[in-house]
């Protein structure tokens, strides 16, 4: 299918979405997604990157930025924590808006693995080694592909295009960081890894630490929703104005996480909840309703594939009340 040069229509007038309900029932779905789920005990906080040991288990945020601008929040909404895996398809997007598209799919790969966010055997099982933009081989491959001679401006074009997304800057939580950063054979492993089969774009070790400053930002649930919101919004951040990516790279991006944002579960995601995701391992999860809005979920504690138990229960809850599965239908009005 590649080598036929193909139209990418999605500049054109032609886009089918539709409106999120009404802001009094947007508010209420969330105060009752809090409300049945904030007692959920179940899940392990993460403990391989030490610093992510000493977080609060109980807290719990939920968040939804509508494409028009209006943020709905509940629980602990202001609960700082870092980013981690989440900024994997911000980072995507804004590496496919400067090579394009169809540079990042050969450099980089979209499909699923079938396996955890850190298998090194996907690696060797695939001939495409990075395989997706959204498991750490393929994150740390596209991070390496970021403009730049050095690792501090790649790191400044990071920095500056994922606060861009959020609409406000966004810094790095220094303790998580020297904590992973301390702790981190596992992806550096998988870089040089990656190197060997030409799959790294820069140099192996420093293209993990950029990484690893990356996972470490640190953001709130309604900077997770108002990033989601923005690749929901044809790119446009709908706090700010400003055009961050094009809609052509958000229907790009929007696809690799939906077939590979929750990793080995994606498909379990999808099936419960119809729309693009990504989790990360502090226990964020966001989620995007394509022409609609952005949500964002946070909680510690997480299910065996390293996914929030709490922001995902929160996340099924509102699709099913909002209405948001994108594979849902109404049969149409037939003359009988
Ligand atoms: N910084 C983490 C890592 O690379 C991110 C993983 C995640 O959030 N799933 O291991």
Known sequence: LQKYAHVDRSEASRVSTGALPSAEFVRQALGEAYERYRTVQEGELAT?????????????????????????????????????????????ALICQEIGCEQARAKIGVNGTGMSFDSVLAIELNPERTMNA?????????????PGESATEKWAFIQDGLSRFAGRTLEIDAAVYESEAAANERNLGIAHLLN???????????????????????????????????????????????????????????????????YERSGDWLYDIGLPGKSGVSGGIVTVVPGKGGMGAFSPLLDQAGNSVRAQLATRFLSEQLGLNLFLSRAAQHES
């Open 48 to 92: 391989y990157i030490p610093a992510l040991a000493a977080a609060n288990a109980d807290a719990f945020g939920i968040a939804i930025v509508s494409t028009n601008g209006a943020a709905f929040l509940a629980g602990d909404s202001s609960c700082e924590f870092t980013i981690q895996s989440i900024a994997k398809p911000f980072v995507l």
């Open 134 to 146: 959204m498991v750490n081989a393929g994150a740390i491959a596209t991070t390496s592909l970021a």
């Open 196 to 262: 060997s089969y030409r799959r790294m774009y820069f140099d192996a070790s420093q293209a993990t630490d950029v990484y690893t400053k990356q996972c470490s930002l640190v953001v709130t649930v309604q900077d997770l929703a108002t990033m989601g919101a923005t690749l929901a919004d044809g790119g446009v951040n709908p706090l700010t104005g400003e055009q961050v990516v094009d809609a052509s790279v958000c229907k790009r991006v929007l696809a690799v996480l939906a077939t590979a944002g929750m």
